[in-house]
């Protein structure tokens, strides 16, 4: 290979070859020069001095007997000549001759977008470490939706028993209209970062923790207009009107 890198052309590359040969071959860049320089010269080409090459007929000279046939000269067809097929009729033509083959496009479906609810059930059955990081969740047990309360009952299982696996979790409901859901949502790609899973979980969380003490408020003012309210439910209230917390705030926490 040394002696090849003399015919590479440019100085810059052929110094960076001997450079990488010396680190391959382990020898010095003397050494490696000096391999160069020792190498035996290119054989030279063969070459016949008998043989006249001048005296040689020039290929341009050389005629086959009977001439060249005449060629035909093309012309492209017409549009909508005999050789067109049916299907054609319907293709237009571009402005330099070219047919357009493209259809239009059909309309985009759109896509829908998974609830927030499922999603922190998604979450929770890939990741059921992270309902030992949520707090009193019976402060929205009492959520009308039904995935809430499966929600709660996911969070509350897997609290009783953090061994509890997501197949585990699963089979608790199996043969349930609920045990279908969580299976599918199981099965289901991501549809969104994993890095925002659990900041979106937590949110839901929080959102469903708002939306809880929202209603208690709401129950208790409407019971004190009515009668008046036990020592219990004074307490509650005070507490629930201290924290007040909107559910549209994403920066709450639970409990």
Known sequence: AAPLIDKVPGANLRILMRQRLSEITGLTGEAVSQLVQSAPADAPPSYDPYVDYDAMPDFADYQPQ??????????????????????????????????????????????????????????????????EKVENASHFAAEDQSNAQLLVALIEARQKNPNLRSLQLIARWHGTEQGRLLRALAEKEWLIET????????????????????????????KARQTELSAEEKIQLRELLNRNVPAQNPTSTGA
């Not at 708002?210 to 709401?218: I, P, T, V």
């Open 66 to 131: 009977g001439g060249y046939e005449a060629q035909q000269e093309w012309t492209p067809k017409k549009a909508g000549g005999p050789n067109q097929k049916k299907w054609d009729n319907n293709k237009s033509w571009g402005k330099k001759g070219k047919r357009q083959e493209f259809e239009p496009r059909a309309p985009r479906v759109p896509t829908a977008v998974e609830p927030p609810m499922q999603a922190a059930l998604r979450t929770l059955l890939h990741h059921p470490e992270l309902a």
């Open 195 to 222: 890095d925002n899973l659990e900041q979106q979980f937590f949110d839901t969380i929080t959102s469903l923790s708002a939306r809880q003490r929202e209603r208690s408020l709401d129950h208790l003012i409407s």
